[in-house]
């Protein structure tokens, strides 16, 4: 039998595969963040000022509701042709192989939208000085927002309308992370050191990078019992 | 010891002896809460800051700890549930739920009813008040998980994960929230942060608080009963239960 290290680095290589397989599916959360994005100047105000107040927490909302979109499809493919099963039936070690499927998760959703919010800030004319934080909030912040998520998709995957639920399960245990990132890039913002937040960003990941596969891994196993 | 709870967690014995038990906690919260009233309502003196309206207290407060209480009940009866597989635990579970979220609301709706006279507006966004509002959340998602699943213990398996994960969630979302108000706002308003709070006032609210604790004894055994019948309605004794009445 394989290692579970390398079965690891298997399921990851093979959801990777599978998400460029279907990289029209990856662009659409990316859509949604840019179009909501971009409905609130046309919403609230085309004046920099007016924008730049809101610009952290436009970013980070916006950010949240699309990472949020995006997990249905970290197990619900999986979920229906069986394969999710077969997996949980491996002797290997669960939680690790979830975690394996999240990071996958994590590369295709998350780190796209890394790489384009200093575009949408440029948008929301957040100053340049913000930027670096606006980055390092999201590099650190949306990992957790797949992991947290990861445990709400995993009890509502035998669901058939899971997705409002789903929602209603996993913002609220996003509410930490959106205050501390959003108040990091608005502290940025006003040229106010921001080491503070990263640091809580931090252990707020380390504490769902220990807990949330556990936790993922056995609603996995109620969902499919 | 583990003979009694073995015993008492079987549905049918645990259905008796709730049945007896609910006329006790039922009367006996009344009792309570009428002397907790009368005490707080008439009794008290009235508030040299704040006059009489700060008399919803003796509501609000036994509410919004209730709220907190219920939710540590539901997360360990789910937890016991998971792990030993107790039905009781999960029934306790899921009908312990509602409950909690009704104190929630409770507590929310009476602390606008104070908050427009004292404060001046229904809502603030104030640490404690949004963390309450949170709560009623993850309240709400328990309960929308739980009637989203068919299977009952699957469902009651699947929410306990979740209220563990919220316990786990809920001290991160109290200091984060609390954190973001005192950096934000530069005045919070703290209510009841009085150190020392006068014993005349005092005695009603420990009443009160008494009287709420025992009105969720009462209803939640009611619930459960009824839980309890509806998860058992294939076993023989309930079947006999129907047809003597």
């Known amino acids: ?225 | 010891m583990w003979a009694f709870l073995y015993k008492f967690s079987s549905p049918k014995y645990f259905y008796t002896i709730a049945g007896r038990l609910i006329p006790w906690f039922g009367w006996s919260c009344l009792v309570v809460m009428l002397v907790g009233l009368y005490y707080g309502l008439f009794k008290a003196p009235p508030d040299y800051q704040q006059g009489e309206s700060y008399r919803i207290m003796f509501i609000h407060v036994p509410a919004a700890w209730m709220s907190m209480f219920v939710y540590m009940i539901m997360a360990v009866a789910g937890g016991i549930g998971l792990i030993w597989r107790i039905k009781l635990a999960e029934v306790m579970a899921a009908s312990s739920a509602p409950i909690g979220a009704s104190f929630t609301f409770l507590a929310l709706v009476t602390g606008a009813l104070w908050g427009k006279p004292m404060w001046g507006a229904w809502w603030v966004w104030d640490a404690r008040l949004t963390s309450e509002l949170i709560l009623l959340f993850l309240y709400l998602g328990v309960i929308a998980l739980n009637s989203a699943i068919e299977d009952k213990r699957t469902a009651a398996r699947a929410s306990g994960v979740l209220a563990l994960v919220g316990v786990v969630n809920i001290p991160i979302i109290h200091y984060s929230v609390e954190w973001w108000n005192t950096l934000h706002q530069g005045a919070t308003i703290t209510k009841l942060d009085a150190p020392s709070i006068h014993i005349s006032m005092l005695i009603p609210l420990l009443l009160m608080a008494v009287a709420f604790k025992l009105f969720y004894a009462t209803v939640v055994l009611m619930r459960a009963r009824c839980e309890v019948l509806e998860r058992e309605r294939n076993a023989s004794w309930v079947q006999e239960l129907v047809k003597r009445d």
């Open chain 1, 1 to 225: 039998m394989a290692s579970d290290f390398s079965t690891f680095k298997l399921l990851l290589k093979r959801d990777l595969t599978l998400a460029y397989r279907h990289r029209s599916e990856l662009a659409n959360p990316l859509l949604f963040f840019i179009i909501v994005i971009s409905l609130f100047p046309l919403g609230i105000s085309s004046e920099s000022k007016d924008l730049q107040v809101i610009a952290p927490g436009v970013i980070w909302v916006a950010a949240l509701l699309a990472a949020m979109l995006s997990l249905d499809s970290l197990f619900r493919s999986d979920f229906e042709d069986g394969s999710l099963e077969q997996i949980a039936l491996t002797a290997h070690f669960l939680p690790l192989l979830v975690l394996a499927k999240i990071l996958a998760h994590w590369l295709t959703t998350g780190l796209p939208l890394i790489v384009l919010a200093p575009f949408l800030g440029i948008l929301l004319f957040l100053p340049d000085s913000a930027m670096l934080t606006l980055i390092a909030t999201l590099a650190l912040g949306t990992p957790i927002l797949s992991l947290v998520g990861a445990i709400g998709v995993a009890l509502t995957v035998g669901l058939r309308r899971g997705g409002v639920l789903l929602s209603l399960l996993v913002l609220p245990l996003y509410i930490p992370v959106l205050i501390f990132a959003a108040g990091a890039v608005n502290e940025a913002a006003r040229g106010f050191p921001v080491l503070g937040q990263l640091y809580f960003l931090g252990a707020l990941l380390m504490l769902s990078l220990t807990l949330a596969p556990f936790a993922t891994a056995s609603a996995l196993r109620i969902s499919l019992s």
